[in-house]
C-alpha cells in the first residue's frame, strides 16, 4: 500500500536560507520516486516551488471556510528578529515568535481534519508544535525530524529555554525521533534524556544527479597562480566563520597567493568584515553574500579546498556539495558529516593552528589535493538522499 504522509516545514528551495531545505528536498523528492505520497505543509505561500512530486499546502491553498494564515515565520529567525518584523507588521500575527509557532500549530489541526495521510513528519522545533497537533487531531504517528538543536544554534552562547522546551516536548510526544547523525543522537540523549529506543539516525545525501563539467572561466583566478580557499555556510556562531578568518590571517603569514572566499548571510556579518580589515587581510577575503544554484556551484569549482570550522553541526551538507564538485574538504570533527566522509581533512574547530596548517599543506602538496579529491568524490556518490529515503520509509514502516 502506498504510505501518505502529512510533512511539516517551514522552508523549501528555492527559498531556503539553509541546509534544512535542501535536505527536506532531497528527502522528499527521493521518497516520492519510491512510492511515497506527500504533502508538504508550509506557513506561508512561497512562489517557484517544483512541486510535481509533493503537493504544497500553504495558507492559499483552496480550504473551504479555511483557517485564514500566512506567517512571517521564516528560516532560521529568532525572537529579536521576530519582534522587529512583527512591530512592522499586521496585528493578526502572534505577539512574538512562539505565538506565531502557535498559530502555526493551528493551521496543522485545520490541515489534519482536511487531508488523508497515514503518517506524520515534521522538521525541527518551528514545525513540531504542528506535528504534536496534527497527531493529537487525527491519531496518527508523528515523526521528529532533528535537523539541528538549540545546543547547536547557540554555538556554546547559550540557550533559549523556550525553544528548548519546544523541542523537548516535540521529542517526547513523537513517535520516533529521526537524527542526522550520531552526534545530534547523543546531543538528544544527553541534554533532552529521550528514550534511545525510539531515537534512529538517518544521514543526509547529496543529489549528484546533474553534476556538470567544469568551466574554464571559473579556473582564471588559479591560471594566474592564485589559490582559493572556501566557506559556504550561514554567518553565525554555530557556523565557525571568526575560526575561518583566524586561520585565514595564519595562512596569509605563510603565503601571499592565498585568496578567501565567505560565501553567506547572518548576523555575525559585519562583524566578520570588520575582523578581517583589523587583521588587515580584507584585500584576500570576499564576502560575496548568499549564493545558490549555478552561481554556488561556479564557487565551490574554483575553491582549491573548502573549510567547513562549524562549532557544533548536526549533518552539514556544504562538504558533501564541495566533493561532488570536485573539491576537497578539511572539516569541523563536531560534525554529522564527519561520520560519513572518510577521505577528508578532519580537525577540532576551536584548533586556528590545525585549520591553518591543514589549508597549507592542501594548497602545497598536489599529491594530497589530488587524493582527497579523487577519493572523495568517489566516496561521495555513496552518501544519496536515495539511501536516507530507503531508511525513513523503515521508519515509516515501524511505526
Known sequence: ?????LMFGWEFPPHNSGGLG?????LSKNLAKKGVR???????????????FLKIIDPEFAYENSYQFNSILHPYITEKKYDSIFFKSKPVYGKTLFEE????????????????FD???????LSFGAGIRAKERSGKPFIAHIHATEFDRGGGEGVNSLVYSLEKEGMEKADKVIAVSYFTKEIILKHYGINPQKVEVVHNGIDFSKEEDVSRNVHQIKKAGKKVVLFVGRLTLQKGPDYFIKAAKRVCDFSKDTYFIISGSGD??????????????????????????????EV???????????????????????LINGTPVLMSRQSGVSEVVSHALKVDFWDVEGISDKILAVLNYDALSCCLKEHGKKEVKKISWESAAEKCIKIYKST
Open 1 to 5: 500500500m502506498q504510505k501518505k504522509v
Open 22 to 26: 535542501v535536505a527536506c528536498y532531497g
Open 38 to 52: 506527500i504533502s508538504f505543509v508550509l506557513p506561508k505561500k512561497i512562489k517557484g516551488i517544483e512541486s510535481d
Open 101 to 116: 509557532v502557535l498559530r502555526y500549530a493551528d493551521f496543522a489541526d485545520i490541515v489534519a481534519q482536511k487531508e488523508d
Open 119 to 125: 503518517i506524520i513528519h515534521a522538521h525541527d522545533w
Open 268 to 297: 555575525m556579518e559585519n562583524y566578520l568584515i570588520e575582523e578581517v580589515a583589523r587583521m588587515g587581510i580584507s584585500d584576500k577575503v570576499f564576502f560575496t553574500g548568499f549564493l545558490r544554484g549555478e552561481k554556488l556551484k
Open 300 to 322: 565551490y569549482r574554483l575553491a582549491d579546498l573548502f573549510v567547513m570550522p562549524s562549532v557544533s553541526e548536526p549533518f552539514g551538507i556544504t562538504p558533501l556539495e564541495s
